[in-house]
């Protein structure tokens, strides 16, 4: 989203500092503007290609293993993403205007890095958010939509013809994105779990806690042999009889929120924690800007008197 407002905003303020008469010179920082975009766009596709094709030589231990480190990368670049723009929003469109500003004084070479790092920055973290959803195609199709979305605002925005609200915006979408994040997450912790880099129901006895006489994997608040025995290599929860985990249902939880019909303890623990650790600093973050804003209010309106 940063990346279409920086490209709208630059090439309204192209169009804006020119004059008619300088065509020419309004074309070409056009021109250099859409080069920076379209390679960053090339190198992230093909990124995205490498992710999704280079994998399948591999064992199905290895590809599990290099699908839940990719998750966690993801989930590492969103949060961090998450944090800057909610410690920042009260200043965004400031700090946004500031970025074209600086780059149309130095000319089309910053006009081209600004664009290109812009989408790249941008575009390797939405490679990563994606392969997190590879087994999802409806998550797939809504992060699609929302790149058109985005598209559409950072066109708008150049056309004069959207003011956005940049705080509000951010914070609503920031909120959204660290509940999915925290869904990537419990996916990476399912994949290691499969790989068996982390102890889980995949371990196989005696990590993985099973029935004695049945030798199936330990469900839930299981009483035998114990209270909680199932806990915490076995399995969370199994609502499979409940929620088909093909169905529309499944698909929606998974993808907004991480939720499965059939989770692992490990899984549960890691997704409330990073909740409980996250939101925390986020809430933080947004009252912050709150009251700075408020303060920047009265001092405004209650200039100070300077005696000489």
Known sequence: MEASLIVGMLFAAIHRRNSPS????????????????????????????????????????????????????AVAMITGMVLSLSNENGKLRTMLDDKTGIALTKGTQAMFWLAFVAVAREGIELTLLLWGWTTTPSAITGAFAGIAIAILMGWLIYRGALRLDLKTFFTWSSALLIIVAAGILAYAIHDLQEAQFLPGPFSGAPIAPTHPRTGEVLTGFATYPFWLASFPFGWAFNLDGVIDPAGITATLLQAFTGFMPQMSWLQVVGWGVYLAVIVPVFVGHVRGAKRGGVDKQKTDSHPRKVSL
């Open 22 to 73: 300088s065509d020419i010179q309004t074309n070409t920082a056009t021109h250099t503007v859409w080069v920076g975009v379209f390679l960053a766009a090339a190198i992230c596709t093909a990124l995205g290609a490498l992710f999704t094709f280079g994998r399948y030589g591999l064992s199905f231990r290895a590809q599990e293993a290099i699908g839940g480190i990719m998750s966690l990368i």
